[in-house]
Every structure is written in C-alpha cells, then in structure tokens.
C-alpha cells in the first residue's frame, strides 16, 4: 500500500470547493504512516484560511456572487458555512475541546438555515448542476454534512439547549427527504446518523444499507454513475442537456473511487464488521486500484468529460483519495 505523497497536499484553498472539507478531514490520518509529528503545511494553512473567514464572516465577499448567477451569492454563503463548521469541528474532536471559532462557525451556520417551503431545515445551496455536490438535489447532500459537523463537534455539542430546535428542522428535513434522494446521497445521511443518534430510524438506516449492498459491481467496487441520479426537478429539454454536456460520461459502466471509499468508510462507520463480505471486497478494490505513482484514487464527473491531468480532471481524484484514505484508515465497528 503506497499512500499519497505530501507532494499532493493542496497549496491553495476556497473553501467552496468541495474536496477541501474531504481532506481536512483525511488528512490527519496520515500522519502516523507519514511520520509526522504535527499538521503539514498545507492544513494548517487551509485551518488558517477557514479560521480568517469565519472572523471575518461579516466583512468577507462569498466565493461566488450573482456575476456567476442567480442566487449564487446565497448559496455559496450556506454552503462555505457549512463547510466551515465541518471543518473546525473535525479539528476540534481531535483536540477534544469546542473551540470560540468553531462555534462561532456553528452560529454561522444556524443563521441560515432556511426556516420556511421545501428546503426547512437545510441550507442554500450551489447549484451549478453539477452532480454530486452542486446540483438541484444536493441541498440534501449539504444538510447531511451539516448533521455530520454536529456530531463531530466536541463538549457534546449537539445535545445543547440552544441549538435543539435547529436540529429538531434538520432531522425532520433529512427523515422526510431521504427516500426521494440519490443513494450516494442517502449514503451520506447515514454516515451523520452514525455520530448523530437518532437522525434517521434504524429501519431507515438498514434500508440504506441494503440498498448499497446491492448496488455492488461483480469487482467489488461501486460506481458513482449508478448512485448519482434522482432527475430531481427535470424536464425533457434539461435531460437532453444533461446528456449533451456529459457526453455520456454518467453512463459509464465502471466503478470508482469516490463512490467506493465513501461507502466503504460510511458503512464501517454504521457498524458493518470488517469481515463482512461487501465491506471485505469493497476495501479490496480500494487497495487494487490506487495509483501507484500518485497514490492517489480514481474518479470522474458526471457532468463532463475532462482531461484527468487538469485541475477540474482532478477534483473528483481528490474527493477520491480522501475517501479512500478515511475507508483504509478506519478502526472496525462505530
């Protein structure tokens, strides 16, 4: 097993892009196999970052604006606050203490967590449409995240008098939604209901969890292109788009990293035994299909077809390698 080389760690940071909360979160679990005595460069830079912008919450512009968009001002205000607060909450469990920062995240968060319509209880959302983490149904995807961030968080957070109410409209938002999700989705509300007890019914849990079992490709692995799609909110006219600018990447009949680490991690997370035969395979393909040359794991967009060396190529690589390194690094049981 070769692992990712320090050479990998990321040099910059928005906070938007969605591998950057993958790897703060995967990125300490090297350090023994590395090593290291402390955090690399690299995150205490992004720690750094995170923390400036959550200070300065109200004096900062948000990544995108309406230049980008309708609404994309709002939506990339709901979506930094989130990963902000996953982000400084992960570091904080690790340390064993909620932090003045962190939970000022957390109030950041709160603050806008829709109140009102079919969204109650989650949060705004990207949408560029792209799948899986900024399209029409991935407000169910930052929700979950969020749910997560809680359970992280550390001097029993979520069980504090103040925040009950909001977590009563996420638990009802993420229970109400879920069968109508993605699987890959639905994955991710699982994993928040493995730290944040009581967030989905266990029969809810194990339905999840069967579904996913059965979604395993004869290699061992799992594939995004099969896990990624609900149509939520199409029509004719967006399919034919939809299918025009993937150039029918979604389609293809191949497993993945992401997809196959997320869930592997998730269901280790959720209590599923290390000799179990669906997590024993999983975890096989993980270590047959690193690169071994850049330790990384493969992904692919299921928007676009994108040359795999470029920086967007390797967005879905690096969603990928964290995964990966959270599923093969894991302790068995909860």
Known sequence: MMWPPARRDHGTFCVSCHTVAPYALARPALRAVLGEQAPSQAERALLESVTKRVRQWDKIAPFYTESSGPNKSFQSRGTEAVLNALILASTDARNGRLTADSRAAFDHMWALQEKIGDQKGAWPWLDF?????????????????????????????????????????????????????????????????????????????????????????????????????????????????????????????????????????????????????????????????????????????????????????LFMNDAATAYAVLALTAPSGK
């Open 129 to 313: 449409g792209n799948e899986p983490f900024e399209a029409a149904d991935s407000a169910y995807y930052g929700a979950s995240l969020a749910a997560v961030a809680v359970g992280m968080a550390a001097d029993n957070y979520r069980a504090e008098p103040a925040i009950r109410n909001h977590m009563a409209q996420l638990a009802g938002y993420l229970r109400s939604e879920c069968s109508r999700q993605s699987l890959i989705n639905q994955v991710i509300a699982l994993w928040a209901s493995t730290i944040c007890p009581g967030l989905l019914p266990a029969a809810q849990q194990k339905s999840i969890i069967d579904k996913v079992f059965g979604q395993q490709r004869p290699d061992g692995g799992w594939g995004l292109s099969s896990l990624g799609w609900t149509w939520k909110g199409s029509n004719v006219r967006s399919l034919v788009n939809l299918w025009f600018r993937s150039n029918d990447a979604p389609f293809a009949a191949k497993g993945d990293g992401y997809a196959t680490g997320v869930i592997v991690f998730v269901l280790i997370q959720a209590g599923v035994p290390h000799e179990d035969i669906h997590l024993r395979r999983g975890r096989t393909w993980l270590t047959r299909n690193q690169n071994q040359t850049e330790g990384s794991w493969p992904g692919y967009s299921l928007v676009n077809r994108r040359d795999p060396t470029s920086g967007t190529g």
